[in-house]
T-cell receptor
Framework: GAGVSQSPRYKVAKRGQDVALRCDPI?????LFWYQQALGQGPEFLTY????????KSGLPSDRFFAERPEGSVSTLKIQRTQQEDSAVYLC??????????????FGQGTRLTVV | DAKTTQPPSMDCAEGRAANLPCNHS???????VYWYRQIHSQGPQYIIHGLKNNETNEMASLIITEDRKSSTLILPHATLRDTAVYYC?????????????FGPGTRLSVLP
């Protein structure tokens, strides 16, 4: 596809369950971002990859959150032992990379996670 | 924290130009100004970005003041489908892998 694809689109998890959210970035995009968006708020940064390297994970809220991008393309965000406060929309974005900067990121539609 | 300040909400009449302001008084020389918008239940959509010069594309125009401390996003002929939350973001170049920091944005309502 032409854009960033995320799956599933919706996920309902029971509290304590582990979940895995998938992101297919635009082909050839070096940079990949994960964001968390609570209802009525702007997106909050979680983590950043440059190819397969996770260069910034400062936004991950706890050690229950783990992200990987083993081959530098598809990425998975995993949340272990989900809790109700994890309920949010999880957004993935990808972009090219330029030494000169100024590259725009393109976002997927997001995965809406509801923990019950 | 976001390095930008935007009004929380604005209204615009359909067919008129929508002018959305953004203050970024602490912007650094290597930081670009980006605009995104988010329509309900969708991911943020890229609109436009610039460094120093004014920019125009098929969606909008971006006017950056000479001192770069503020900018204005212009939607020349607003339609009902432009109703969304608009985010102004400043971000340095990719060498630092800096993420896009979203503030609360401006909720634009286009009225019929």
């Amino acid at each position: 596809g032409a854009g960033v694809s995320q799956s599933p689109r919706y996920k309902v998890a029971k509290r304590g369950q582990d979940v895995a959210l998938r992101c297919d970035p635009i082909s050839g995009h070096v940079s990949l971002f994960w964001y968390q968006q609570a209802l009525g708020q702007g997106p909050e940064f979680l983590t950043y990859f440059q190819n397969e390297a996770q260069l910034d994970k400062s936004g991950l809220p706890s050690d229950r959150f783990f992200a990987e991008r083993p081959e530098g393309s598809v990425s998975t965000l995993k949340i272990q032992r989900t809790q109700q406060e994890d309920s949010a929309v999880y957004l993935c974005a990808s972009s090219l990379w330029s030494i000169y900067g100024g590259t725009e990121a393109f976002f997927g539609q997001g995965t809406r996670l509801t923990v019950v | 924290d976001a390095k930008t300040t935007q009004p929380p909400s604005m209204d615009c009449a359909e067919g008129r130009a929508a002018n959305l302001p953004c203050n970024h008084s602490t912007i650094s020389g290597n930081e670009y100004v980006y605009w995104y918008r988010q329509i309900h239940s969708q991911g943020p959509q890229y609109i436009i970005h610039g460094l120093k010069n004014n920019e125009t594309n098929e969606m909008a125009s971006l006017i950056i003041t000479e001192d770069r401390k503020s900018s204005t996003l212009i939607l020349p002929h607003a339609t009902l489908r432009d109703t969304a939350v608009y985010y102004c973001i400043v971000r340095a170049d990719d060498n630092y892998g800096q993420n896009f920091v979203f503030g609360p944005g401006t909720r634009l309502s286009v009225l019929p």
